[in-house]
């Protein structure tokens, strides 16, 4: 069926007059009236009456969900997405804003918050989410995609990194660099992605049938007071060490490779290190720490093209993208064969 101007006065209850004045992008109608009517045209699939391509279709909410906020505060690595996502949401005629929601607040005031008339659609930052923080979404009346975060359990649009293949890329590094004992800087900070690289790290140890060592796990609290404090406990604890230790993400890496070298202990000459993200601080320190290079970009633009077929009604069933990482060598691993 071709809608027309009057068929969509009829199911919003307005005056044709008011409809045809949002189509042909003329002034006379309030904001909030206008951005009904966009909703309704977008939502009926009849974008074909807009006149002027460039009038916004709604606004998209990028939200920042905190759920503890320590992964969240101590390095906002979402800054790094935002350019790509405000991008990609320009180009399909979409309008950004940004939000904080705190798992903490009143549940009225995050509805309140969410359920308003401008948003069309959400790409929630989830990194500190668990499945039990999704109850609240599943409530929205608008479309939700998740960002850097797998929720491999939930029947929900999500984009995320390859962590299994992340950890194997750095675990393959060091194997051929000759390393055979390896450890591993594990958060105390529980959230989804960390335990699947956990998870990967000791897969990648039976693949090459390698011994997991309890002893050269170190739990490290993720603030950086915290981290400092637990590595040099661990230090204090342990004779022994491996010859290499991969880690969760590059603050922890970082953060341990200078604790060892306060300690005396060189880097990468006695002890090698691999980090997860590539964020500037592995460029900042002595020596620079070889990572795995965490495709940002690339996850912002596909978030918000998952995001645009579930509004634009182009795709109805939910899909999981999990976006290839890649190695970038450096100076922090020493090559022993």
Do not use: W
Not at 85 to 97: D, L, P, Q, S, V
Not at 233 to 240: K, S
Not at 283 to 293: A, C, D, L, N, R
Request: proline fraction near 4%; charged fraction near 30%; glycine fraction near 6%.
């Amino acid at each position: 069926m071709r809608y027309k101007a009057k068929d969509i006065a009829r199911e919003l209850g307005v005056s044709p007059a008011a409809v045809s004045l949002v189509l042909n992008n003329k002034p006379g109608v309030g904001e909030e009236k206008r951005q009904e009517i966009i909703r309704k045209v977008v939502e009926l699939g009849c974008e074909y009456l807009l006149k002027d391509n460039n009038v916004a279709k709604g606004d998209i909410g990028f939200v920042i969900y905190k759920c503890g906020g320590e992964v969240i505060e101590e390095y906002p690595f979402f800054n790094y997405l935002s350019e790509s996502i405000i991008r990609e949401i320009e180009a399909n005629n979409y309008k950004m804003t940004m939000m904080y929601l705190d798992k903490n607040m009143p549940l009225n005031e995050r509805y309140l918050a969410m359920e308003d008339f401008r948003y069309v659609g959400y790409i929630i930052y989830a990194v500190e989410m668990y499945p039990e923080d999704m109850d609240f979404f599943s409530r929205l009346s608008a479309p939700c995609v998740f960002l850097d975060n797998p929720l491999p359990t939930l029947d929900v649009d999500a984009v995320t990194v390859d962590n299994f293949l992340g950890i194997y890329q750095g675990f393959e590094y060091l194997y051929r660099m000759g390393h055979r004992e390896f450890g591993y800087i594990k958060s105390r900070f529980p959230i989804i992605c960390f335990d699947e690289r956990y998870q990967a790290f000791k897969e990648c140890l039976r693949q090459r049938g390698l011994v997991f060592d309890e002893r050269y796990v170190m739990k490290v609290g993720y603030l950086e007071a915290q981290t400092e404090k637990d590595v040099e406990r661990y230090l204090d604890e342990n004779d022994g060490l491996p010859t290499a230790f991969l880690a969760d993400n590059d603050l922890l890496a970082c953060r341990a490779v200078q604790a060892f070298k306060r300690r005396g202990v060189r880097v990468p000459e006695e002890v090698s290190f691999v980090g997860f993200d590539n964020r500037p601080i592995c460029s900042f320190i002595e020596p620079k720490v070889t990572t795995v290079q965490l495709p940002g970009e690339e996850m912002g633009e596909m978030a918000v093209k998952a995001l645009v077929e579930k509004i634009e009604k182009t795709r109805r069933y939910n899909i999981k993208y999990k976006i290839e990482p890649q190695l970038v060598e450096n100076e922090s691993v020493k090559k022993l064969l």
